[in-house]
């Protein structure tokens, strides 16, 4: 059974920074695009950075220039490094992987990691 587990969230001050991981239990990890997502309180899950198998990233407006989405494909690891966290940022944030096969799509969430940035 596949496992995605985040980790790295915690509580921060305004303008702080954390980094993310987010570790697959899958084979041939490089064949995986990784979705980092939110879910701030009372909001629905909002889509934060994006990574391709080809290390193409998509980042949503509020977060460019401040995140940053990376990955490892040896460790089998995603990351998403934040900077000059704000209090808006605070928010669950899930890992997702996804892996296309033909017609065939796979997709994972992990279980969130809590990012708390107080003002």
């Known amino acids: 059974q596949v496992q995605v587990v985040e980790s790295g969230g915690g509580l921060v001050q305004s303008g702080g920074s954390l980094r993310l991981s987010c570790v697959a239990s899958?084979?041939?990890?490089?064949?995986?695009?990784i979705g980092w997502y939110r879910e701030p309180p009372g909001k629905q899950r909002e889509a934060v950075a994006s990574?391709?198998?080809?290390?193409?990233?998509n980042y949503e407006d509020s977060v460019k220039g401040r995140f940053t989405i990376t990955r490892d494909n040896a460790k089998n690891t995603g990351y998403l490094f934040m900077n000059d966290l704000k209090p808006e940022d605070t928010a669950i944030y899930y890992c997702?992987?996804?892996?296309?096969?033909?017609?065939?799509?796979?997709?994972?969430w992990g279980q969130g990691t809590q990012v708390t940035v107080s003002s």
């Open positions: 997702l992987i996804t892996r296309r096969s033909g017609r065939e799509s796979y997709s994972y």
């Open positions: 899958v084979s041939s990890f490089s064949m995986w695009s």
């Open positions: 990574i391709s198998i080809g290390d193409h990233t």
